[in-house]
C-alpha cells in the first residue's frame, strides 16, 4: 500500500446520520489536509494539519469535525449534513505544511439525501 | 481577493492536434504556480510548479510556462491517454496556514483517435 488512502469511496448519507471518513498516508509526511470538490467549483481548502496540529480551518461549518491522532492518520466527522453538503472529499498530505507539492487519495464521493 | 482563472473550459482535440491551455491569475505576492492532473474517479496528481516569470518545466508532451499574470500549458500531439481535467493552483502568502494553494475550476480535456 503506498500514497494516500481515503475510505470509503462511496458514501450516502442521510441528514440524521453521522458518519466518519478516513484517510491514511504511507509517505511520512507532516501535513494533511482535506478539500471539498464540488461540479463546476474549485477545489475549496477544509482544514489543514501540521504534525497533528490543526493550523487552518476555512470557515467550515461545524457539522463537518476533524480529527489528526497521528501525522499518518486523518479523519473527517459528518453529522447532520446538507444535501448541498454532497461532493468528493479529498485528502492530501505533504512534508510540511508550507509545502506546495500534494499529494492527493481518490477521494469519497458523498451524497447526502 | 486571490484569483484563478482557466480557459477554456472544456477542449475536444484530435490526437495529434496541438493546443494550450491557459490560467490566468491574480494573486499578492506569488510563491508558485502549480499544474495537476486529474482522471475520473481520482484525486489531483502533481505536474509542475513554476516559481518565476519566464520559467519552463517539461514533462513528456507537456511544457509549462509562466508570465506575471498567466501560465500555459501546452500538450504537443496529444494521445487519448491524456484525456483528463488540467487544473492550476497558485501559492500565496495565508495568515493562518503560512501558504494555501487556491484552485481554478479547471480545463477538462478530451483527445479523440
Known amino acids: 500500500e503506498t500514497g494516500v488512502t481515503q475510505t470509503p469511496r462511496h458514501l450516502v448519507m442521510g441528514m440524521t446520520n453521522k458518519k466518519s471518513l478516513k484517510c491514511e498516508q504511507h509517505?511520512?509526511?507532516?501535513?494533511m489536509y482535506w478539500y471539498k470538490q464540488s461540479a463546476k467549483k474549485p477545489l475549496e481548502l477544509m482544514f489543514v494539519y501540521n504534525f497533528k496540529e490543526q493550523t487552518e480551518n476555512n470557515s467550515v461549518p461545524s457539522r463537518f469535525s476533524p480529527e489528526c491522532p497521528n501525522s499518518s492518520h486523518l479523519f473527517l466527522h459528518l453529522h447532520t449534513l446538507q444535501p448541498e453538503d454532497s461532493a468528493l472529499y479529498l485528502c492530501?498530505?505533504?512534508?510540511?505544511?508550507?509545502?506546495?507539492?500534494?499529494?492527493f487519495g481518490s477521494g469519497t464521493q458523498l451524497s447526502v439525501l | 481577493e486571490d484569483q484563478v482563472t482557466q480557459s477554456p473550459e472544456a477542449l475536444r482535440l484530435q490526437e495529434g492536434e496541438s493546443s494550450s491551455l491557459n490560467c490566468s491569475y491574480t494573486?499578492?505576492?506569488?510563491?508558485?504556480l502549480f499544474w495537476y492532473r486529474q482522471d475520473p474517479g481520482k484525486g489531483p496528481e502533481f505536474l509542475f510548479t513554476l516559481y518565476s516569470a519566464g520559467e519552463e518545466k517539461e514533462k513528456e508532451r507537456l511544457k509549462a510556462t509562466l508570465t506575471k499574470k498567466e501560465s500555459f500549458l501546452h500538450i504537443t500531439a496529444p494521445k487519448p491517454e491524456d484525456s483528463a481535467t488540467y487544473l492550476c493552483a497558485v501559492q500565496a502568502p495565508n495568515s493562518n496556514s503560512g501558504y494555501a494553494l487556491n484552485f481554478g475550476k479547471g480545463t477538462s480535456l478530451l483527445v479523440t483517435p
Open positions: 492530501a498530505s505533504a512534508k510540511k505544511s508550507t509545502n506546495e507539492k500534494l499529494f
Open positions: 509517505l511520512g509526511h507532516n501535513a
Open positions: 494573486v499578492s505576492g506569488l510563491r508558485g
